[in-house]
């Protein structure tokens, strides 16, 4: 069954904070919504990119989107509030109203953002006596055309439905070593169709030899502007082979057909992975924070 979040329940509409509104956002809103976040696409890429594919209200979200206007109706922040916490602010008054919003939520998962708004924003949010139970640096890279030649690789192509069994195990692992936590134990059927989803929108690439997933990414959000990638994996014999570098270019190359960057979030301390994505084009542009919260019911205990 597809997992749909549960909205802040202390205001149904809206909240006050020093001259500004917080209401809830509607699916009419969205040229609206879409025109503010496209000022800065690359970080605002996962938003547009589940308004363009959802709409803004859809379970699919995993969240609610609210909005933050001045006293004249102009928005100044766009939030989404739930498994994933995001947000867009161009005043800190409207990321105060937004955070003191999103402390209501019982069911976020993690706080993402560039590293200063998501300090700023978890002051606010953390008054309600909210506590950490992770929290990690990241650099954001960014590609753009042109891609560097390299040999070609044969093989990559996005996965069949039949290749579920392959992805799944790999993309858990991954999401078990950044966030602590196992989708495969806490959430399998879910997982299991976000993954599926993903399959069927053309949007998880891959190498199979012989039935042997040995390369594998997925385009986890995309707009015309950017696509931001995630879950990046290369199978541990192939590597220091040159193998990794070529896969990349081949797909960098696929995916700028469609787009203008791509971008990705590198852990801060992986060094080796730092290196790796510089070799393949990518460039620093900023430093990220995710803050994971503890589970409902390690909060419960």
């Known amino acids: ?14 909240v006050a904070v020093k001259s500004v509104a917080v209401e809830r956002l509607r699916n009419n809103d969205e040229a609206e919504v879409l ?8 970080h605002t890429v996962t938003m547009m990119s589940l308004i363009h594919d959802n709409g803004i209200v859809s379970p699919f979200n995993r969240g609610t989107f609210y909005g933050c206007r001045d006293w004249q109706g102009q928005l100044e922040g766009v939030a989404l509030v739930g498994h994933a916490t995001l947000m867009e602010t161009v005043s800190d008054r409207a990321l105060a109203a937004l955070a003191q919003v999103a402390r209501e939520c019982p069911n976020t998962h993690m706080i993402m953002g560039e590293k200063e708004r998501v300090a700023d924003f978890w002051s606010h949010y953390s008054e309600a006596g909210r506590r950490q139970r992770l929290a990690c640096r990241e650099w954001l890279f960014e590609l753009i055309w042109p891609v560097e030649a390299r040999l070609p ?3 990559l192509r996005p996965a069949k439905e039949a290749e579920l069994d392959l992805v799944m195990p790999v993309q858990a692992k991954l999401a078990f070593a950044e966030s602590g936590v196992d989708p495969l134990k806490v959430d399998p059927q879910g997982f299991g169709e976000r993954c599926l989803r993903r399959i069927e929108q053309g949007r998880t690439w891959v190498v199979v030899n012989d039935g042997v997933l040995t390369f594998k990414a997925d385009v986890v959000s995309k707009t015309p502007e950017v696509i931001y990638l995630e879950g990046i994996w290369l199978r541990d014999e192939c590597r220091r082979k040159n193998i990794g570098t070529r896969l990349m270019s081949e797909l960098m190359r696929r995916l700028l057909e469609d787009t203008k960057s791509i971008c990705l979030l590198v852990n801060e301390t992986n060094k080796l992975a730092h290196g790796f994505y510089r070799k393949c084009g990518f460039h620093f542009r900023a430093t990220y924070e995710t803050i994971f919260l503890p589970r409902k019911e390690q909060v419960q205990n």
């Open 153 to 155: 690789v044969h093989g």
């Open 35 to 42: 025109q503010f976040l496209s000022q800065r696409p690359i």
């Open 1 to 14: 069954m597809l997992q749909t979040s549960t909205a802040p329940r202390t205001r149904e509409l809206s």
